[in-house]
């Protein structure tokens, strides 16, 4: 697959603080990226997404930045509450590959302590 | 969005047997993928799941030891054969939509195998 991939394997925060989970890609031809919250015995649950002609796009408590320039994608998530433990990953879509069809980062397992 | 409900949710099977995957979505979707999730590993694309013709397979994977089937838009099978203990992980489905300026895809909350 593609090379999409993860600074940090784990990220711990206390509530209340900002956390920042951090991505990399390889392939130039990457125009859509998602990023997933992935709880213990769950799938992977849709958070946000922002397309490669945009650098910065907001949701509710979430905000993706992209820096096309470096191919770094980064998630952003203000106030961490506990019920945001989980394991976050990137996503990204190929230019002209079928739409859906992901190339999944490694994961950031990002724990929440109060 | 849409609801994706997989069968079996879990299942524990003997190796060299084979085990075949439901997926069931509640309303009509363009694409729809199968993944595999390895113990502590992120999601791997195994393929996508063509409506009335073969399942077109990523890199590493082959119609031999997942075959697919998908005879209309709201279901599909995957199923995991001649099982052995690197078989276990989770296998999910996921679905899309087609025809919208951002395509995110869904999942289903997958099925966790072991082989034994």
């Known amino acids: 697959g593609e090379s999409v991939g993860l600074h940090l394997p784990t990220l711990s925060v206390q509530e209340g603080d900002n956390s920042i989970i951090n991505c990399a890609y390889s392939?130039?031809?990457?125009?859509?990226f998602i990023w997933y919250k992935q709880e213990s015995g769950k799938g992977p649950q849709f958070i946000i997404d922002?397309?490669?002609?945009?650098d910065k796009r907001q949701g509710q408590r979430v905000t993706v930045l992209l820096n096309k320039t470096v191919k770094h994608l980064s998630l952003q998530i203000a106030a961490t509450q506990p019920g945001d433990s989980a394991v976050y990953f990137c996503?990204?879509?190929?230019?002209?590959?079928?739409?859906?069809?992901?190339?999944f980062g490694r994961g950031t397992q990002l724990t929440v302590w109060p | 969005s849409a609801v994706i409900s997989q069968k079996p949710s879990r299942d524990i099977c003997q190796r060299g047997t084979s085990l075949t995957i439901q997926c069931q979505v509640d309303?009509?979707?363009?694409?729809m993928f199968w993944y595999r999730q390895q113990p502590g590993q992120s999601l791997t694309l195994i393929a996508t799941?063509?409506?009335?013709?073969?399942?077109?397979?990523e890199s590493g994977f082959v119609i031999d030891k997942f075959p697919i089937s998908r005879p209309n838009l709201t279901f599909s099978t995957l199923t995991v054969s001649n099982m052995s203990p690197e078989d276990s992980s989770i296998y999910l489905c996921?679905?899309?939509?087609?025809?919208?300026?951002?395509?995110?895809?869904?999942f289903g909350q997958g099925t966790r195998l072991t082989v034994v």
């Open positions: 922002i397309r490669s002609n945009m």
């Open positions: 996921s679905v899309a939509f087609g025809g919208r300026p951002n395509t995110e895809a869904f």
């Open positions: 799941a063509n409506q009335g013709s073969e399942a077109t397979y």
């Open positions: 996503a990204e879509n190929i230019r002209g590959s079928t739409l859906g069809r992901l190339y």
């Open positions: 392939n130039s031809a990457s125009d859509y």
């Open positions: 309303s009509q979707v363009t694409m």
